[in-house]
């Protein structure tokens, strides 16, 4: 097999078992070799080092035996191993003469193993995980956890290896931007292969990239990560980055939105209003509902905002906040879509209905998040284009991709976005409508 330049850099870092690198990212652009290369490593590997264990995942299984596999066998092939090992699909495994195997396994999350348990008894001696943007970024932890099988036999180090296309879930933070902003942890590292880094690849491939539409072209050609071409996703990248420069939007009636932590990590976000510019953002951790419901209280007076304009999420504890705050409302998210104009509107409940609205207003440029922490940009960012359509081809209302699903995608709970969202409120149901 002839290496690239690339491929030869990754595979000195999984090699060398000194240099206390456990997690690698190989990929960030088509063409550039990246189940080549993982497919190589585990080969070598379990022919190197006898009776170890190896992990090859994907997403999906059936995904994973139709490219990846496919990889392996051809890999093996162009090095004259095809003789030495047998591939069982039954028992989704292959196995080498020498007592090596590579374990073919589905790492796609499931609700009733959100821990994923189903993993809790394997032991490897390593892995390579394809196209990890797919998984959530507790199975590629789990797996990484269970990389001790042998170690101590052969003088090796724990190493998990990931490939991927640019994204925008948990690996755009967890890797590239870290990097990017030189704050890569010494136990990671990041080799981004390009199409033009592999001058083995097929010219038809590379002229049938450059047919495609933009966005496609900017990640897969250049390996651009700000671009994402998800049709699910609502907002584009380039109107929510003008989020927060749209100084052409007008001052108005103030209003204060507040979305309260419930549990963990979350925390309670509360946004103030003029108009459609949130002129005042606070971020509140571990504080109860009488502390939070003093700081929204010490907000509407110093904005002059009246109770009658102020919505606090209801569901859970925010109920306590809002009944120590009389005259405020409160948002039920799981509540049916308000009727509009007389006519019920095709949403599965009031927060997918604000959340369809909210988005048409970011795409359309009328809202503007003035002065806006660097935090609270990229963050705010990430959890934007994780807003998304759920069941895009099914018939019925529309819906959204629960918090859950954002929360697994970005590795952290959202906090930012529903305190946003819940601005639309008052656009739907009005103040003086006599509806509240």
Same mark, same amino acid.
């Given at each position: 097999?002839?290496?690239?330049?690339?491929?030869?850099?990754?595979?000195?870092?999984?090699?060398?078992?000194?240099?206390?690198?456990? =997690? @690698?990212?190989? /990929?960030?652009?088509?063409?550039?070799?990246?189940?080549?290369?993982? $497919?190589?490593?585990?080969? #070598? %590997?379990?022919?190197?080092?006898?009776?170890?264990?190896?992990?090859?995942?994907?997403?999906?299984?059936?995904?994973?035996?139709?490219?990846?596999?496919?990889?392996?066998?051809?890999?093996?092939?162009?090095?004259?191993?095809?003789?030495?090992?047998?591939?069982?699909?039954?028992?989704?495994?292959?196995?080498?003469?020498?007592?090596?195997?590579?374990?073919?396994?589905?790492?796609?999350?499931?609700?009733?193993?959100?821990?994923?348990?189903?993993?809790?008894?394997? =032991? @490897?001696?390593? /892995?390579?995980?394809?196209?990890?943007?797919?998984?959530?970024?507790? $199975?590629?932890?789990?797996? #990484? %956890?269970?990389?001790?099988?042998?170690?101590?036999?052969?003088?090796?180090?724990?190493?998990?290896?990931?490939?991927?296309?640019?994204?925008?879930?948990?690996?755009?933070?967890?890797?590239?931007?870290?990097?990017?902003?030189?704050?890569?942890?010494?136990?990671?590292?990041?080799?981004?292969?390009?199409?033009?880094?592999?001058?083995?690849?097929?010219?038809?491939?590379?002229?049938?990239?450059?047919?495609?539409?933009?966005?496609?072209?900017?990640?897969?050609?250049?390996?651009?990560?700000?671009?994402?071409?998800?049709?699910?996703?609502?907002?584009?990248?380039? $109107?929510?980055?003008?989020?927060?420069?749209?100084?052409?939007?007008?001052?108005?009636?103030?209003?204060?939105?507040?979305?309260?932590?419930?549990?963990?990590?979350?925390?309670?976000?509360?946004?103030?209003?003029?108009?459609?510019?949130?002129?005042?953002?606070?971020?509140?951790?571990?504080?109860?509902?009488?502390?939070?419901?003093?700081?929204?209280?010490?907000?509407?007076?110093?904005?002059?905002?009246?109770?009658?304009?102020?919505?606090?999420?209801?569901?859970?504890?925010?109920?306590?906040?809002?009944?120590?705050?009389?005259?405020?409302?409160?948002?039920?998210?799981?509540?049916?879509?308000?009727?509009?104009?007389?006519?019920?509107?095709?949403?599965?409940?009031?927060?997918?209905?604000?959340?369809?609205?909210?988005?048409?207003?970011?795409?359309?440029?009328?809202?503007?998040?003035?002065?806006?922490?660097?935090?609270?940009?990229?963050?705010?960012?990430?959890?934007?284009?994780?807003?998304?359509?759920?069941?895009?081809?099914?018939?019925?209302?529309?819906?959204?991709?629960?918090?859950?699903?954002?929360?697994?995608?970005?590795?952290?709970?959202?906090?930012?976005?529903?305190?946003?969202?819940?601005?639309?409120?008052?656009?739907?149901?009005?103040?003086?409508?006599?509806?509240?």
């Amino acid at each position: 097999m002839h290496l690239t330049l690339k491929q030869t850099r990754a595979l000195d870092l999984l090699e060398d078992h000194t240099n206390g690198v456990s =997690e @690698i990212l190989f /990929g960030g652009g088509a063409g550039g070799g990246k189940s080549q290369v993982g $497919a190589y490593w585990l080969g #070598k %590997s379990a022919l190197k080092y006898p009776g170890t264990r190896w992990l090859m995942a994907r997403k999906d299984i059936i995904t994973l035996k139709e490219t990846t596999l496919v990889s392996f066998f051809d890999v093996m092939k162009r090095q004259g191993a095809t003789g030495l090992y047998q591939y069982s699909e039954n028992r989704n495994e292959i196995r080498f003469k020498n007592g090596s195997i590579i374990l073919l396994k589905e790492l796609k999350y499931k609700p009733s193993d959100e821990q994923y348990d189903s993993l809790g008894s394997l =032991e @490897i001696t390593g /892995g390579f995980i394809d196209e990890i943007p797919q998984i959530t970024q507790k $199975a590629w932890q789990v797996a #990484k %956890s269970r990389i001790r099988y042998k170690l101590d036999d052969f003088g090796l180090s724990p190493k998990l290896l990931g490939s991927c296309n640019p994204s925008k879930a948990w690996v755009y933070a967890y890797f590239y931007k870290a990097q990017k902003e030189g704050k890569l942890e010494p136990h990671k590292a990041f080799i981004q292969s390009l199409l033009t880094d592999n001058p083995h690849i097929s010219k038809h491939y590379l002229e049938n990239l450059r047919t495609m539409d933009q966005a496609s072209r900017e990640r897969l050609m250049l390996g651009n990560w700000e671009y994402d071409d998800d049709p699910t996703a609502l907002m584009g990248y380039d $109107a929510i980055c003008d989020l927060f420069r749209n100084q052409h939007v007008p001052t108005g009636l103030g209003y204060i939105t507040a979305d309260i932590a419930r549990m963990g990590d979350d925390k309670t976000v509360i946004r103030v209003w003029s108009g459609w510019r949130n002129v005042h953002t606070l971020r509140l951790a571990k504080k109860d509902t009488r502390e939070v419901a003093a700081e929204i209280l010490k907000l509407a007076i110093k904005y002059q905002v009246p109770m009658s304009r102020v919505v606090v999420d209801e569901d859970g504890v925010g109920g306590g906040v809002r009944d120590q705050l009389p005259g405020a409302k409160g948002f039920l998210n799981g509540s049916s879509a308000v009727k509009v104009a007389g006519e019920k509107e095709n949403y599965e409940n009031l927060k997918t209905q604000c959340g369809y609205r909210l988005a048409k207003r970011v795409n359309e440029g009328s809202i503007w998040v003035v002065n806006a922490t660097v935090e609270e940009q990229e963050q705010l960012t990430e959890e934007m284009e994780q807003v998304k359509r759920r069941d895009a081809d099914k018939d019925g209302p529309l819906r959204l991709q629960p918090k859950q699903v954002m929360a697994q995608a970005l590795g952290r709970s959202p906090d930012w976005w529903d305190a946003l969202m819940m601005r639309e409120y008052f656009e739907l149901v009005g103040n003086y409508q006599g509806l509240l």
